[in-house]
């Protein structure tokens, strides 16, 4: 069964930057966007960034200028660039599809940023 992996979360001061990666335990055929959500304990998943096949980038509003996500040449590692990071980007950053195959989601990342 295929899931994404995720990795690269921590414990960062605000201002601070990490870098998450992650990776599908199986190749996806026809894989067109994929896109980084994050989850705040209690509330929905939100979509951070997102990347296509193409390479076209889009962010959420609270990611713009902050974030960058990037694929490797053979689509199958993807990356979110944080930088200057707010405490309100504290949560757990999981990839999957756009739209989300409900059965790919992993553990995903946690993410806290605290002085």
């Known amino acids: 069964q295929v899931q994404f992996v995720e990795s690269g979360g921590g414990l960062v001061q605000p201002g601070g930057s990490l870098r998450l990666s992650c990776a599908a335990t199986q190749i996806i055929n026809n894989v067109r966007i994929v896109a980084w959500y994050c989850q705040v304990s209690g509330k929905q998943r939100e979509l951070v960034a997102s990347i296509t096949s193409g390479g076209f980038t889009d962010y959420s509003d609270s990611a713009k200028g902050r974030f960058t996500i990037s694929s490797d040449n053979a689509k199958t590692t993807w990356s979110l660039q944080m930088n200057n990071l707010k405490s309100e980007d504290t949560a757990v950053y999981y990839c999957?599809?756009?739209?989300?195959?409900?059965?790919?989601w992993g553990q995903g990342t946690q993410v806290t940023v605290s002085s």
């Open positions: 999957n599809l756009v739209p989300p195959a409900e059965t790919f």
